[in-house]
C-alpha cells in the first residue's frame, strides 16, 4: 500500500505530501490508454469515411436532378452543324437554349430561336450509334442531343407581319420599315431571292445571318408550311455560347434593329407575283 510522508521545513510548516509511486496505478492507467486507442481509432476513420462518401453521394444525386431539371424547363444544349448563322454562330459552337421563350416569354424579333423540323426542310438524317456515356450526359442536359433534326435561325417576322424583299436600297422591310442589319455575314445581301409574305398567326418568319448560305423561310415556300415555322415547334431562343472557350458569351437579339418597326396592320396582304 503507497503511503505519503509529510516533512517540516526549517520554519516548522509542513511542506505538502509528496505521492508515493504507486506501480499498479501506473500499469493501470497504461493499460487504459492502450485499451482505446487502436481499434476505437479504426472504427471512427471507417465512420468518417462512410459519412464522406455518403456526403458526396448526396452532392452528386442532387446535381443530377438539378442538371435534368434544368434541362428539362429551363436550358438545353445543342450544337450548331453548318455555316448558315455565321459569324453570329460558327459550325461546332456549342450554345445553351431558354426554353422559357415562347412560353412563358414571348418572342420578340431578331431572337435567334432553334426549333424542330416538322416541315422536312432538312435531308433525312443517318442513325448514329451512341454511347451509353454520352446519352447519359444528353438525358441530364450535358451534352446536345444529335438524333433529332432541329434548325436555328433568326426571327424576322412575327404573326401579322408583313415582310418584303426588298426596297430599293435593297434591304428588307417588315411592317413598311427597312432593316439595317448588322449581324448579316459580312459581304452576304440582304436577300438575293425576293419575297412578300405576310407572316400567318402561330408562326415566324425565320433567316439566316449568312444568308447566301442559308437554307431558310425563303427556300422552303414549296413545302406544307410554306416557308413559315410553327411557334409551336419552337425549343427555345438561343442565349449563351457555351464552348469553344475562346466563343463563350451571351447573344443578343439587337433590339435597336427593330425598334421602329411598327404593329402589324390586320388588312396587310402580300403583293401577288406577277
Known amino acids: 500500500m503507497a503511503r505519503s510522508f509529510r516533512r517540516k521545513s526549517p520554519s516548522g510548516a509542513e511542506t505538502p505530501a509528496v505521492p508515493a509511486f504507486d506501480p499498479e ?16 481509432d479504426t472504427k471512427g476513420t471507417d465512420r468518417g469515411f462512410l459519412a464522406w462518401l455518403k456526403e458526396i453521394g448526396t452532392i452528386v444525386v442532387i446535381a443530377l436532378v438539378l442538371s ?29 437554349v431558354n426554353q422559357l421563350v415562347p412560353q412563358p416569354f414571348d418572342l420578340e424579333r431578331g431572337d435567334i430561336v432553334v426549333f424542330r423540323d416538322t416541315e422536312g426542310w432538312l435531308p433525312e438524317q443517318a442513325e448514329v450509334e451512341v454511347s451509353w456515356l454520352k446519352e447519359a450526359m444528353i438525358f441530364i442536359g450535358l451534352a446536345p442531343d444529335e438524333s433529332q433534326q432541329h434548325l436555328v435561325k433568326r426571327v424576322i417576322g412575327l404573326p401579322g407581319d408583313h415582310v418584303i424583299c426588298c426596297d430599293a436600297q435593297g434591304r428588307i422591310t417588315v411592317n413598311g420599315q427597312p432593316l439595317d442589319e448588322p449581324y448579316l455575314y459580312p459581304g452576304a445581301n440582304p436577300s438575293d431571292l425576293p419575297f412578300d409574305v405576310v407572316v400567318p398567326e402561330g408562326r415566324i418568319w425565320v433567316m439566316g445571318d449568312h444568308r447566301n448560305a ?36 451571351f447573344l443578343g437579339n439587337h433590339p435597336d434593329v427593330f425598334d421602329d418597326v411598327p404593329d402589324p396592320q390586320p388588312s396587310a396582304q402580300p403583293v401577288p407575283a406577277e
Open 214 to 249: 442559308s437554307a431558310d423561310s425563303r427556300a422552303n415556300r414549296d413545302k406544307p408550311g410554306e416557308g413559315f415555322v410553327e411557334v409551336d415547334d419552337i425549343e427555345g431562343k438561343a442565349a449563351v455560347i457555351a464552348w469553344p472557350l475562346n466563343r463563350i458569351g
Open 25 to 40: 496505478a501506473a500499469v493501470t492507467a497504461g493499460a487504459g490508454d492502450a485499451s482505446r486507442n487502436p481499434k476505437h
Open 68 to 96: 435534368f431539371l434544368i434541362k428539362t424547363f429551363l436550358f438545353r444544349a445543342f450544337f450548331i452543324p453548318s455555316g448558315s448563322m455565321e459569324k453570329t454562330l460558327e459550325i461546332d459552337d456549342r450554345i445553351f
